[in-house]
């Protein structure tokens, strides 16, 4: 049976109606996760996203659907990693423009990667290679155009046609992000005040086209002008876990089903929230124009989940 990566392209619509809970919008956005924990199902993804187009990857190769992640726009086209396979598809007529797997050992290859974005300069592929220890970049139709050696752990574009990278620290000490230009050198560091803990897992990723860091209740963001600072906060009450250190693991495992462990991804004036609680496994879409809860759906954990639903018109 053919398989298509639906891609969803495009912003939140108006607010909508009524919500579990509708806190009042302080500075930032605060969106009440512990007030929305049993919420029950409600809205629509046709209400929230605008349909633009599907993707059909099996028409270059049928490995490609397995797990495919999107990761970026450039121009007319969408950037896609699925694992250690960059590809690249026109969005108006659906062709690939680029499908590569440079997995090797040679000085234009690499080991295993990371994450992978599109040069927000030049649509270049630019991606972490966390086993080889080095950057290495690609033009959009797959030719290799460079390595960069990185003692870091994470790369993030900011839109600005700049990269945001972390790199190690020793538990309790302060989390930096370096600033790098398009061709990686080092143009600025930026020392934040949240500490390192190990068994907390928080990487740079970008959100609206900044660098940003989720810790705890809060999402911060590296601004153009290098500051870093709060931008969506998450109301967890009870829910929220301590910061364990490396040694508390069995503590931490023992305490897992008390707290609330979020992903958290957006664009726009839209938030998606998906954790797993209460044996359940949970989607939300949160506006961050007004902080309402926009939809939910709840599964058993235990359940084979095939999807959510998504209905084009025509």
């Not at 598809?89 to 690499?110: H, L, W």
């Not at 959009?140 to 945001?164: K, L, Q, S, T």
Request: charged residues 20%; hydrophobic residues 35%; contains cysteine.
């Amino acid at each position: 049976m053919k398989q298509c990566l639906k891609v969803l392209i495009g912003g939140a619509l108006a607010a909508m109606s009524c919500a579990c809970s509708k806190p009042e919008s302080p500075e930032i956005p605060t969106l009440n996760i512990a007030a929305n924990i049993n919420c029950e199902n409600k809205g629509s993804l046709n209400d929230i996203f605008d349909f633009k187009g599907i993707l059909e990857p099996e028409l270059t190769d049928s490995t490609l659907l397995s797990y495919a992640d999107v990761r970026g726009i450039y121009g007319d086209n969408i950037y896609i990693q699925e694992d250690n396979r960059l590809m690249v598809f026109n969005m108006a007529d659906g062709k690939c423009v680029s499908s590569i797997d440079r997995t090797g050992q040679g000085p234009e290859d690499y080991v295993m990667l990371y994450f992978a974005y599109p040069s927000p300069g030049n649509g270049d592929w630019v991606a972490w290679d966390i086993r080889g220890h080095k950057i290495v970049r690609y033009k959009p139709d797959g030719e290799f155009a460079g390595a960069y050696p990185a003692d870091i752990e994470c790369i993030c574009p900011d839109g600005n046609n700049r990269w945001a990278a972390q790199k190690n620290v020793a538990e309790g000490e302060n989390q930096v992000i370096y600033i790098y230009d398009d061709n990686f050198v080092l143009t600025d560091s930026i020392e934040t005040p949240l500490k390192r803990y190990f068994m907390t897992v928080n990487r740079i990723f970008p959100f609206n086209e900044q660098p940003s860091l989720p810790a705890g209740d809060t999402l911060y963001v590296v601004t153009p002008q290098n500051k870093f600072t709060p931008a969506v906060a998450f109301s967890l009450g009870s829910y929220l876990s301590p910061n364990y250190k490396e040694n508390e693991f069995d503590k931490m495992i023992a305490e897992r089903n008390k707290y609330i462990y979020y992903s958290f991804f957006g664009a726009g004036k839209v938030a998606g929230i998906i954790y797993q609680f209460d044996n359940k496994r949970t989607l939300q879409f949160y506006s961050l124009a007004d902080n309402s809860l926009l939809f939910s759906l709840s599964a058993p954990a235990d359940e084979f989940f095939e999807g959510f639903t998504f209905e084009p018109e025509g």
